[in-house]
């Protein structure tokens, strides 16, 4: 079946630095992709819609500035943590539907901790 | 809107012994998805089952099987003759039915399976 890739599996950076995640769709294209954040214990909160070729469309109350998504190809998605600070500390996992929009694929998930 | 309830924050069970993880879903979509992830300590989500919305026959998988219930929104999970492998956290998810939509998540239940 499809995979997406997730890259870094886990990343510890110093607070006021960026932090890059790639998402990437292995065998399929995916016009969209979509970036989730789970703290600890809880659940996977939508962050934001990354659509190939155009901005992304960010949930109410993620900064956009902050969370920087490029959707660059058809194949891959990027999410840039930027100046990043212990609050951001979360584990990032995104995600892409197939063509038909029947399956639900998801990487592998980025657990950043910012120091 | 879309939701999903996992009334269910945390069990335990004793191995060998049945256990059933409930969802309750509230969507105005006639059509819709439905999916149950596993997410082990790992972090990583593992696909357990997609069901739409006008398919209820239940499906059994194993040890695993599902009951889905259109006229009460429930989406409910049995694990039988539970292992200490099943301890995990399940997530319960909603999806509309076409098109690149994300998918929305219950806040898990975890599952303990003490030996």
């Known amino acids: 079946g499809a995979v997406v890739s997730q890259h870094p599996s886990w990343v510890i950076c110093k607070s006021g630095t960026s932090v890059k995640i790639e998402c990437r769709s292995l065998d399929f294209q995916a016009t969209t992709m979509f970036w989730y954040r789970q703290f600890p214990k809880q659940s996977l909160m939508l962050m934001a819609t990354s659509n190939e070729g155009s901005k992304a469309t960010y949930e109410q109350g993620v900064e956009k500035d902050k969370f920087l998504i490029n959707h660059a190809s058809l194949t891959l998605s990027t999410l840039t943590v930027t100046s990043a600070h212990p609050e951001d500390s979360s584990f990032y996992i995104c995600?892409?539907?197939?063509?038909?929009?029947?399956?639900?694929?998801f990487g592998q998930g980025t657990r950043l901790t910012v120091v | 809107a879309q939701k999903v309830t996992q009334a269910q924050t945390e069990i335990s069970v004793v191995e060998k012994e049945d256990v059933t993880l409930d969802c309750v879903y509230e969507?105005?979509?006639?059509?819709?998805?439905l999916f149950w992830y596993k997410q082990p300590p790992s972090g990583e989500l593992v696909f357990l089952i997609r069901?739409?919305?006008?398919?209820?026959q239940n499906e059994i998988s194993g040890r695993y099987s599902w009951n889905f219930q259109k006229s009460t929104s429930s989406f409910n999970f049995t694990i039988t003759a539970s292992q200490v492998v099943d301890s995990a956290v399940y997530f319960c998810?909603?999806?509309?039915?076409?098109?690149?939509?994300?998918?929305?998540f219950g806040k898990g239940t975890r599952l303990s399976v003490i030996a």
């Open positions: 069901r739409n919305s006008f398919d209820e």
């Open positions: 998810a909603l999806s509309a039915f076409s098109g690149n939509t994300p998918l929305v």
């Open positions: 969507t105005r979509d006639t059509t819709y998805y």
């Open positions: 995600s892409a539907r197939d063509g038909t929009g029947t399956e639900a694929f």
